[in-house]
C-alpha cells in the first residue's frame, strides 16, 4: 500500500466513524423525544375550591401542571396511600397565578389535596396507567 492510500483509509475511517456519532446522537436524541410525556392542566378554583377536572388519567412519564386560577392560595399535596416505589410531591402554598408540575413515573392511583381546602373536599385524584 502507498503512503497516500494509507491516509485514504484513515480518512475514511475517520468519515465513517463521525457519521457513525451522529447515526447514534439522533437515534438518542429520537428515544428521549418519545420518553417526555405529555402534560395535563389542572386548574385551581375558588367558590368552590376545586381541583378541575378532579380526576385525570395519564401515562407514565406525563406530567400534571396545576394552575392557580383563583384569587386565595392554594396547594397540592399526596395523600395516603402512596403507590409503591412513588416519589413524594408537595407544591408548598401557591399563590395566585402559580403554577405546580409533577412529572408521575410509577403507575398507581394518586390521591391528592389542597392543604387549606381539603376539609371542604378540595381533593384530586391522578390515575397513572403503565
Ligand atoms: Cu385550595
Excluded at 492510500?5 to 484513515?10: A, D, I, M, P
Excluded at 403507590?83 to 391528592?112: L, W
Aim: positive net charge.
Amino acid at each position: 500500500m502507498t503512503k497516500g492510500g494509507w491516509w485514504r483509509n484513515r480518512i475514511a475511517a475517520a468519515v465513517c466513524a463521525s457519521l457513525l456519532a451522529l447515526i447514534l446522537f439522533a437515534n438518542v436524541q429520537s428515544r428521549s423525544a418519545a420518553a417526555s410525556g405529555s402534560t395535563v392542566v389542572v386548574t385551581m378554583t375558588d367558590k368552590p375550591s376545586k381541583f378541575v377536572p378532579e380526576t385525570v388519567t395519564i401515562k407514565v412519564g406525563d406530567t400534571v401542571e396545576w394552575r392557580n386560577t383563583g384569587k386565595t392560595i392554594h396547594w397540592v399535596t399526596i395523600g395516603p396511600p402512596i403507590p409503591k416505589g412513588a416519589q413524594p410531591f408537595d407544591s408548598g402554598s401557591m399563590a395566585p397565578g402559580a403554577v405546580y408540575r409533577h412529572t408521575f413515573t410509577v403507575a398507581g392511583h394518586y390521591n391528592y389535596v389542597c392543604v387549606p381546602h381539603a376539609g371542604t373536599g378540595m381533593i384530586g385524584t391522578v390515575e397513572v396507567a403503565e
